[in-house]
């Protein structure tokens, strides 16, 4: 039994998701998931902004073959704070089949960032999302980043569109590739072409090293339709800012079902729906197969990547 008691409110993953009926290409990659705990074995840290319901390797290994997909990403979830211990543990009972996002403090050795290397993680996640993280100095994760650049790995950012210009500076003056989360997280109430989205557009624009996860349509979406009861055309209001990042940026994209869904407080998505929903963003088989297999193949797998000439 755990000792951790649920954020009140909170809503579980959903269990007994939909078979997709979007077949996903051979050796897809959910580029971006978490796992939680379990809390008796992994303890959520004391500095955590919630309380999940445990969400283990075994239930994600399960998902991501009924799913259809071949490997995953797994991320640090802020709920277990620098201790990546589940996330790690995760890696090295997947059969080759997950790479990982840690989390670490500038205290970090060189010696725990190459144990982590080799339980296959390649990148460090920087969060500027206040409801989830106590703020970290820019001269600290800069420290970082220098570190974490010469083991070949990069760095995952988490922020609100809104934060994007006082972040610019930071952000353009990492050495490494830059993976943000859920494309910056857009007000899709605002218009695609309006200035706040453009600003995001003109980063990726501008800085060829900076790559977008087209993911999280569930928590992005103001009017839905919610990923629920089968629904096929879910979360329509999110279509065109993924579409386009995906369009003008194909080689520089990800996707993830971002399972279990931390703090979600309106629905818990059906996961089988959610993949539904990548048809409607990567609009042809071509786009489709960067997005899910050659993009995350190059970044995180590059070793089984042939280049051909
Ligand atoms: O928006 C969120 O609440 C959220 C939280 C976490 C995390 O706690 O790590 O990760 C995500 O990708 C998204």
Redesign the pocket.
Known sequence: MSEFTKTPGWLDWYTGPSKPRFQVPAGAVDA?C?VFGPGAEFPYAPER??T?CDASKAQLYALRDHLGFARNVV??????GADNRAMVDALVHSGGKARGVATVKRSVTDEELQAMHDAGVRGV?F?F?K???DFTPKDELMEIAARIHKLGWHVVI?FEAVDLPELWDFFTALPTTVVV??MG?PDVNKPVDGPEFELFLKFMRQHPNVWSKV??PE?LSVTGPKALNGEQNAYTDVIPFARRVVQEFPDRVLWGT?WP????KDHMPDDGLLVDFIPHIATTPELQKKLLVDNPMRLYWPEEVTVED
């Open positions: 971006h978490h902004k919630y999940p991320v640090q979830a802020t709920c277990h996640r969060n999302v409801r989830l993280v988490y989360d859920h997280r993911s999280c928590r971002d869904h931390p703090n979600l």
